[in-house]
T-cell receptor, first 114, second 116 residues
Framework: GAVVSQHPSRVICKSGTSVKIECRSL??????MFWYRQFPKKSLMLMAT?????????EQGVEKDKFLINHASLTLSTLTVTSAHPEDSSFYIC??????????FGPGTRLTVL | AQKITQTQPGMFVQEKEAVTLDCTYD???????LFWYKQPSSGEMIFLIY??????QNATEGRYSLNFQKARKSANLVISASQLGDSAMYFC?????????????FGSGTQLTVLP
């Protein structure tokens, strides 16, 4: 399956700052990547679909100006949490859709906003 | 709309025994895919097994098998010969209808604890 990395794995920031999370597909050219958010002991919630070379598609209720997604190449998608607040603290995880229907996930990024 | 239901928030199993994790789904689309993922405490999502809606046989991957009962809309995961390392959260997921960029809908998860 596809190998996916995320950076950073953990970030702590002050309220009001912006945080960028990178998702890289290491062995597969991904035209589409997905960003999920997960609260403790909860399921994954799809935030947006990242499309290479075009605008991301956001799920209902997800603020596109708050969560900026850029998919500039076939191997890199970035999620920027702008003006982060404590309620943005969560586990963010990306995935890549491989040749089959299977999605392969990155290791996730744990964001803590103080 | 798609829906995945996992009714077991937590399960316990003795080491070396088999365990079944339940998953039911709801979709009106005739073409769909069902997945199981394992999430250990580290947070990574590990793909375990896949079943396509048109697959005639139940999927198997090593100690994992998927008990696919299409008429009942269930896709239970069976783990044989449980190991301590199997302790984790397990999620059932379904692919959205074809043409929708392969989005996944996840169930609420089942926390499996393997007892020594």
């Amino acid at each position: 399956g596809a190998v996916v990395s995320q950076h950073p794995s953990r970030v702590i920031c002050k309220s009001g700052t912006s945080v960028k999370i990178e998702c890289r597909s290491l062995d597969f050219q991904a035209t589409t990547m997905f960003w999920y958010r997960q609260f403790p002991k909860k399921s994954l919630m799809l935030m947006a679909t990242s499309n290479e070379g075009s605008k991301a598609t956001y799920e209902q209720g997800v603020e596109k100006d708050k969560f900026l997604i850029n998919h500039a190449s076939l191997t890199l998608s970035t999620l920027t949490v702008t003006s982060a607040h404590p309620e943005d603290s969560s586990f963010y995880i990306c995935s890549v859709g491989a040749h089959t229907d299977t999605q392969y996930f990155g290791p996730g990024t744990r964001l803590t906003v103080l | 709309a798609q829906k995945i239901t996992q009714t077991q928030p937590g399960m316990f199993v003795q080491e070396k025994e088999a365990v079944t994790l339940d998953c039911t789904y709801d979709t009106s689309d005739p073409s769909y895919g069902l997945f199981w993922y394992k999430q250990p405490s580290s947070g990574e999502m590990i793909f375990l097994i896949y079943q396509g809606s048109y697959d005639q046989q139940n999927a198997t991957e090593g100690r994992y098998s998927l008990n696919f009962q299409k008429a009942r809309k269930s896709a239970n995961l069976v783990i044989s010969a449980s190991q301590l390392g199997d302790s984790a959260m397990y999620f059932c997921a379904m692919r959205a209808p074809s043409g929708s960029a392969r989005q996944l809908t996840f169930g609420s998860g089942t926390q499996l604890t393997v007892l020594p």
